[in-house]
């Protein structure tokens, strides 16, 4: 009995010793929270919940399979991957779905969205590139990077969909900074977007890309339609209170007052029935996760890892300011998921997938003094 369980022990340690525990644990009580939440949001639907643990499943598996991988292998993979992300990019153009455009492509069994891929893969690129060229990035070197970022973020664009493709281009841009790209660089981007907007306002922007804009400055102006998203989910918020109404006993989602209760603004329903505490537990969660892919990018023994996990880890972080800001009304309704409470396949698995990469760099780093 006592050599099987030393096997068995042997065994699990195998099979976990690449993963990041503390990572982990975060990670598992964000996914517990989510479906806590999608269980009330979805009218108490246990199919909703099984149907997105599984793909929780799919993203774990995904994540364990890429720890156990070295990173010198995935930075030699990357150009193939990244190849490969686009090609999906351009067949959702021609064959894919969505309210507003092309966003998802229809593989019979579930939706499949590609500009997810990207939000791995660009960074990846864009840190394998750099790791070739002399840091801090020159002018040739910036503008190369400035190509592998703004082709995918392009063709996200075209399909609009204008809150994935802000947050692909800056998972890149932030690998840019970490590798030492002066600060009047981002400076002269933010001013050459400044100086484009009023040209993308009158030829480039849908008219319900405009109304949002319009909602968030003043949703006041028009609380039964465009402003009625951003209006029932404050009024969410702040009926919460301090401990919120009760795990099932928010009104706001149950009575469909909040559009998109089980993805977009699932984060309402959680501030409505577990108020500012459990706001503030999962924000902590949140910022524990971003904090230890900074740390693992700080301990990492080479450019391309230390580059890859940092970026992750800060455009982790825009994910839940985002989708935050957008629910509270401080930031434009631009359809972007909170990191594994939302509801939704890709996301999380590509979300979990890009995880297994940060905990590669942590799990096979060099030991000081070899």
């Not at 929270?33 to 793909?55: E, P």
């Not at 070739?132 to 040739?140: A, E, I, W």
């Not at 070197?141 to 190509?147: F, I, K, P, Q």
Request: a neutral charge.
């Amino acid at each position: 009995m006592n050599v099987i369980l030393r096997w068995l022990l042997d065994l699990l340690f195998r099979l976990v010793r690449t993963l990041d525990l503390p990572l982990l644990a975060a990670l598992a009580a964000l996914m517990a929270i989510g479906l806590a939440v999608l269980y009330s949001a979805g009218g108490q639907s246990t199919s909703l919940v099984v149907a997105q643990g599984a793909r929780f499943g799919v993203g774990l598996a995904a994540m364990w399979g890429l720890s156990r991988l070295p990173p010198t292998q995935l930075r030699n993979w990357t150009p193939l991957v990244y190849g490969a992300s686009l090609l999906p990019l351009v067949a959702v153009l021609l064959v894919g779905e969505g309210r507003h455009g092309a966003h998802w492509i229809n593989l019979g069994v579930f939706y499949f969205q590609p500009s997810e891929l990207l939000k791995l893969s660009l960074p990846m690129m864009v840190a394998w590139y750099l790791n070739t060229q002399p840091l801090p990035p020159r002018l040739g070197t910036v503008l190369v990077a400035a190509v592998l970022i703004g082709v995918p973020t392009g063709l996200i664009l075209l399909q609009p969909d204008f809150g994935t493709a802000m947050l692909v281009g800056i998972s890149g841009a932030f690998v840019l900074y970490l590798a030492g790209l002066s600060w009047w660089w981002f400076g002269a981007a933010i001013a050459g977007v400044a100086a484009v907007a009023p040209v993308a306002w009158f030829w480039l922007l849908r008219p319900y890309q405009k109304d949002r804009i319009l909602t968030f400055l003043d949703p006041e102006s028009d609380p039964l339609g465009a402003g009625w998203n951003i209006i029932q989910s404050k009024i969410a918020i702040g009926g919460g209170g301090l401990t919120g109404k009760g795990w099932g006993e928010g009104t706001q989602a149950h009575l469909n007052y909040i559009p998109e209760h089980t993805t977009d603004f699932i984060f309402a329903v959680l501030s409505e029935e577990f108020g500012w505490v459990g706001v503030a537990v999962t924000l902590a969660l949140y910022l524990f996760v971003v904090g230890r892919c900074l740390w693992i990018a700080a301990d990492a023994r080479d450019g391309y890892s230390r580059l890859v996990a940092g970026a992750l880890g800060l455009a982790f972080c825009v994910y839940v300011v985002v989708n935050g800001g957008m629910i509270a009304g401080l930031l434009p309704v631009v359809g972007v998921p909170m990191p594994l409470l939302s509801y939704g396949g890709t996301s999380a698995v590509s979300l979990l997938a890009g995880l297994g990469v940060v905990m590669a760099v942590r799990a096979h780093r060099p030991v000081h003094g070899h």
